[in-house]
């Protein structure tokens, strides 16, 4: 069982950044996959998933209309396409795959203690 993360590095307030997440050795149809993300001395924040089919997405409120969760899912693979970035948004992400499904209820910065599995964390830095 493996969560492969990508894509981070160094980018401008304004600019954007797409991070990668590659799935093995689990359904992935099955889970809902996302990315996590903390900051020094913040609250670790789930940031926004999407369903393994593609059915469903969620996007915490402090990255809507600028976040953008995408899979393909023949590759078990998703994409965080990030726009208009913020210094606030500077974070390691963790992207994660969550047995639960996504309904309207769906936090998930509520679910981080049921996740089980999770990728290594790639650090994203908006700094001028």
């Known amino acids: 069982v493996q969560l492969q993360a990508s894509g981070g590095g160094l980018v401008q307030p304004g600019g954007s950044l797409r991070l990668s997440c590659a799935a093995s050795?689990?359904?992935?149809?099955?889970?809902?996959i996302g990315w996590f993300r903390q900051a020094p001395g913040k609250e670790r924040e789930g940031v926004t998933c999407?369903?393994?089919?593609?059915?469903?997405?969620y996007y915490a409120d402090s990255v809507k209309g600028r976040f953008t969760i995408s899979g393909d899912f023949a590759k078990n693979t998703i994409y965080l396409e990030m726009n208009s970035l913020k210094s606030e948004d500077t974070a390691v992400y963790y992207c994660y795959a969550d047995i639960s499904q996504i309904d309207s209820d769906y936090d998930a910065t509520l679910r981080y203690s049921d996740v089980k599995i999770w990728g290594k964390g790639t650090l994203v830095t908006v700094s001028s």
């Open positions: 050795g689990f359904t992935f149809s099955t889970y809902a």
């Open positions: 999407i369903t393994g089919t593609g059915a469903s997405t």
